[in-house]
């Protein structure tokens, strides 16, 4: 079992700039997906971008590429979500997941068809986007 904890977020200006962090602990493993995804009120959950352990290859929805990149410290326990040139449509809770291992890397970036696999989820970080 996996264990998320998200933290960074907040309330910013459009145009500003947040950095969400994702601390996994537990069994891990080497190689697994880890997901960022955000849910604004009356909205579906949207995948916003994946990030694979053990290749360091990420995915991004459009509405974010460009402006967020997934990246991971050091340490490999920590994914980050950097935010760039927010908007208030950015506005949502942001949560991290985590997949089973048995998940490779191409189902890992097919997150927004195949979001059945993130079995272990972070309670959320919210982002407020507004003037």
């Known amino acids: 079992q996996v264990h998320l904890m998200e933290s960074g977020g907040g309330s910013v200006q459009p145009g500003g700039s947040l950095r969400l962090s994702c601390a996994a602990s537990?069994?891990?493993?080497?190689?697994?997906?880890i997901g960022w995804f955000r849910k604004a009120p009356g909205k579906e959950r949207e995948g916003v971008g994946t990030?694979?352990?053990?290749?360091?290859?990420?995915a991004y929805a459009d509405s974010v590429k460009g402006r967020f990149t997934i990246s991971q410290d050091n340490s490999r326990n920590t994914v980050y979500l950097e935010m760039n040139n927010l908007k208030p449509e950015d506005t949502a809770m942001y949560s991290c997941?985590?997949?089973?291992?048995?998940?490779?890397?191409?189902?890992?970036?097919?997150?927004?068809?195949?979001?059945?696999?993130?079995?272990?989820w972070g309670q959320g970080t919210q982002v407020t986007v507004s003037s």
């Open positions: 990030f694979y352990f053990g290749e360091g290859s990420t």
């Open positions: 537990g069994d891990t493993g080497t190689s697994y997906c």
């Open positions: 997941a985590a997949a089973s291992p048995l998940w490779g890397a191409s189902v890992c970036k097919m997150y927004s068809t195949h979001m059945h696999i993130f079995d272990s």
